[in-house]
């Protein structure tokens, strides 16, 4: 069975960075395209980025420029570098395939507050 562990969250102020940690156990890591995902009080889960096995990415417009995704195939491990944080990342991140795939984990909760 498919586990995904989120773990990297905490709370952070304006402008500050995390780095969000996904471990991956259960699958083929390494054939699958990943993704991050977050969802604040109230509104919809998102992607806001996404990587494919070849290491090809892509971002929301909302973390354009801020988020960087990556992937260690080798540790099944998908990683979410996040700088320049902002109130509005405030969320429970979660990360799952793309298309979404596996049952979803616990996730990681981000505070972004001064």
């Known amino acids: 069975q498919v586990q995904l562990v989120e773990s990297g969250g905490g709370k952070v102020q304006p402008g500050g960075s995390l780095r969000l940690s996904c471990a991956v156990s259960g699958t083929i890591f390494s054939i699958n395209a990943m993704g991050w995902y977050r969802q604040a009080p109230g509104k919809q889960r998102d992607m806001v980025a996404g990587?494919?096995?070849?290491?090809?990415?892509n971002y929301a417009d909302s973390v354009k420029g801020r988020f960087t995704i990556s992937r260690d195939n080798a540790k099944n491990t998908l990683y979410l570098q996040m700088n320049s944080l902002k109130p509005e990342d405030t969320a429970v991140y979660y990360c799952?395939?793309?298309?979404?795939?596996?049952?979803w984990g616990q996730g990681t909760q981000v505070t972004v507050s001064s």
């Open positions: 990587i494919t096995s070849g290491g090809t990415t």
């Open positions: 799952n395939g793309v298309p979404i795939r596996y049952p």
